[in-house]
């Protein structure tokens, strides 16, 4: 039996035990009315009327979760709404079957799928790279010993609560002394992605400190005697990294790719900055133009926000249950 | 096969702007294929000579060499060691026969083919086959004990490190384990150095016992050595559980004068020590005969005769038991020194008498301010806390210690036939 096994296992029992618990106390509060609550919901029920507070509390909770998710209903149900839809019911009611309608996707989708393809194009490459060099930072920064070390990590640090606004100038400067538009010009088709390649590596660097504070953090949980056995079993230091570090790095690398990715894509301040071809337009920058100059197009603008929104949603189910690993700081 | 040598191996570590000396000039040779065990509290620097053997700590001063080679500037990669740590130090995400191939990956030319063949032998031996495809967090403390041993023992080393391994199991598997390193070590014939706080572990598994105190080396020695001829009261007291007893005296004249007793000397023990003023009197518990009463007269109904008798032995001394701890073979008795004679009599009265609590706490109190000295004497035999009974000190097992130094003055003597050095 695996430990997994045993651990479920032990869970279930405790819920075994739990239960039996609340149906103790569930029967000797119906005992006069002779309705004894047989199922879940029946002496959830229970539970409830013997404990008025209990509730209350629920209520505030379910109060709690329909604040924080009114926008998001309101969001959706306006952008299958018609346009005269939306202006004659509320936003909270679902639409009638008039005012029914996808168009709004579509044409979201149309204006904003070069966008998507141009955000990928940049946030991917720059969300893997700054995660595996803040990993590569992070070992260096843990497991290896060497001079200045504790200067060099003052460095990342400081680097993590830079705020975006305070690099804009120094940052429009540097892409100005490097002329990447001839450097990039021998190669094909990347050469008219300039201004992504730019976004990339600014986002790479940007990210670089977060990730390595992050990565350090975890590896300083690793056993030193593991990493130890395996210079003495004749593994290299990068060799070590490679086959002892880097597998067991991968909650850590869900936690970066998740927040990492989402930041990335979410960013318009440094794309206003460095975009300047209107085909290297990215995702953040095309939403904003669908709010019309004249009509306020809500369904259109609701329907290309929750387009924008659909790839981080991604990167985040893809790796919740690594990202879970990772928050509750599981080594094995 | 490798001779390992320490030569004036010496380690500083810095300590925020002081320098601390964690291991000071320790000069050891160790044989090929020798088990040695370096023991001694933690802190005296066993651990950190372990790893700079391996190659996992600078060396301050001194030289480590392998068969006639320095490696001191060797990577522990490429030292061809193998360790085994107490923490086991298994690598979570793989199974253990990638755990154990691990090694010879990284460290050999081997095919796969040959890996996976001297993989399965060696769990074949270790008797780990059945769990060549398990992950280490579902093993047993034990089992990953074994997987550990595997994988240094899969790696055919020049020497083999081991420290603390087999702390984290329980006594009874320690136990058990102990046996089967030895005789795996027998086997294998590989040089190993054992890093150990327990004194247990360092009697029974090596050929011989480096003692270290403070990162000084205290004696090396056969365990018998270390433990019938202490090279000084630190060694003494360390090795032998219960510990040697021991007791602050004033030589004077003939005799050994101490607080509680005053012991005689014969002039061949005298001699040996010199002109030392101040000395320590040990001897070990197993040492120390326990007379009493009721053993010798008390059937004839002629007690004072017997205690006469007693009195008699120049070396015979009058105590109360404190305490009586069976150990099953035996029992740990703790005896203090008959100082006062009144509270002898309260403990005679309160026993008989509920009434005399008085005397009684008092009686309680001058036996926690006397020191107390242990004895163990045969499981079998009754002795009860608050007995009086005759402690005898044969004069032929006693150590003297120089007080200031610590320097063994004078050890026990052993007959011809107890040879100190083990059976071939």
């Known amino acids: 039996m695996s430990r997994r096994d045993s651990a479920d296992g032990s869970r279930d ?14 029967e000797l509060r119906t005992d006069g009315s002779g309705e004894v609550g047989t199922n879940r919901l029946g002496r959830f029920l229970a539970d409830l009327r013997a404990h008025p507070r209990r509730a209350g509390l629920y209520l505030v909770l379910i109060g709690l979760v329909g604040f924080y998710l009114a926008p998001l209903e309101t969001g959706l149900l ?127 660097a940007y990210g670089i400190p977060i990730c390595t504070v992050l990565f350090r953090s975890y590896y300083r949980s690793f056993s030193e005697e593991m990493l130890e056995a395996a210079r003495l079993d004749g593994a290299s230091v990068f060799r070590v990294y490679r086959r002892i570090v880097l597998p067991l790095s991968k909650p850590m690398f869900a936690v970066a790719f998740i927040f990492q990715f989402t930041q990335v894509w979410n960013d318009l301040l440094f794309a206003l900055v460095l975009i300047t071809t209107p085909s290297n337009g990215v995702v953040t920058i095309a939403l904003n133009q669908l709010s019309g100059s004249f009509v306020q197009q809500y369904n259109l603008q609701m329907a290309g926000a929750f387009l924008a929104a659909l790839p981080t949603l991604l990167v985040y189910v893809l790796f919740t249950e690594q990202f879970a690993e990772g928050v509750a700081g599981r080594t094995t | 096969m490798t001779r390992v040598t320490l030569d004036s191996l010496t380690k500083h570590f810095d300590d925020g702007g002081g320098t601390v000396v964690a291991v000071d000039d320790v000069s050891i040779d160790i044989a090929d294929g020798e088990f040695i065990v370096l023991v001694g509290p933690s802190g005296c620097g066993k651990s950190t000579t372990l790893r700079m053997v391996a190659g996992l700590e600078t060396i301050t001063g001194g030289e480590i060499r392998l068969d006639d080679t320095v490696v001191n500037d060797r990577q522990a990669k490429d030292r061809n060691i193998a360790m085994v740590f107490q923490s086991y130090a298994l690598y979570p995400h793989m199974s253990v026969r990638e755990n154990m191939s691990f090694g010879l990956e990284e460290s050999t030319d081997l095919g796969d083919t040959e890996i996976g063949e001297r993989v399965e032998n060696t769990a074949t031996m270790m008797g780990i086959e059945d769990l060549l495809d398990r992950k280490p967090g579902e093993l047993s403390g034990g089992q990953q004990q074994r997987v550990a041993l595997g994988r240094a023992i899969v790696r055919d080393p020049a020497v083999f490190l081991m420290d603390e391994p087999l702390s984290n199991l329980d006594a009874k598997l320690r136990a058990q384990m102990r046996t089967e390193l030895q005789r795996l070590q027998e086997d294998l014939g590989v040089t190993t150095v054992y890093v150990t706080h327990d004194q247990t572990e360092a009697m029974t598994m090596g050929d011989r016992i480096a003692v270290l105190n403070d990162g000084r080396l205290q004696q090396v020695g056969t365990p018998l050595e270390c433990y019938h001829e202490p090279a000084n009261l630190f060694v003494a007291g360390f090795i032998g559980e219960p510990s040697m007893n021991v007791f602050e005296m004033r030589v004077d004249g003939e005799e050994l004068v101490g607080e509680e007793f005053t012991y005689p000397l014969s002039s061949g023990t005298r001699e040996a020590l010199g002109d030392a003023r101040e000395v320590t009197l040990g001897i070990r518990p197993e040492d120390v005969e326990v007379l009493t009463g009721t053993e010798n007269g008390r059937r004839d109904g002629d007690r004072s005769d017997d205690q006469d008798r007693n009195r008699d032995g120049r070396h015979d001394f009058r105590t109360i038991v404190d305490v009586v701890e069976p150990v099953g073979n035996g029992n740990n008795v703790y005896l203090a020194f008959d100082g006062a004679e009144a509270g002898t009599e309260a403990l005679g009265e309160a026993a008989g008498d509920g009434s005399a609590v008085e005397d009684d706490e008092r009686v309680a109190m001058d036996l926690e301010d006397s020191d107390t000295f242990v004895a163990t004497v045969s499981g079998l035999r009754r002795i009860e806390a608050g007995e009086e009974v005759y402690a005898r000190l044969p004069e032929d097992a006693i150590h003297v210690f120089d007080a200031e130094t610590g320097e063994a003055l004078r050890n026990r003597a052993l007959d011809e036939e107890e040879t100190v050095e083990p059976a071939a």
């Open chain 1, 78 to 204: 306006t952008a299958f709404k018609t346009q005269s839809a939306f202006t004659e019911t509320s936003p909270f009611v679902p639409p009638s079957l008039d005012g029914l309608t996808i168009d709004p996707w579509l044409t979201a989708w149309n204006r904003l799928a070069y966008a998507l393809a141009n955000s990928a194009l940049f946030a991917i490459p720059a969300t893997i790279a700054s995660a595996t060099l803040g990993s590569l930072a992070a070992y260096g920064l843990t497991h290896i010993r060497w001079r200045g070390q504790v200067a060099v990590m003052a460095l990342f640090l400081a680097g993590v609560f830079i705020p975006y606004q305070a690099v804009l100038v120094p940052l429009t400067q540097l892409w100005g002394f490097i002329d990447m538009t001839s450097l990039l010009a021998p190669i094909p088709i990347v050469a008219n992605y300039v201004d992504l390649v730019e976004l990339m590596i600014t986002h790479t």
């Open chain 1, 13 to 26: 029992a405790e819920e075994r035990g739990n239960d039996s618990e609340e149906r103790n106390e569930g």
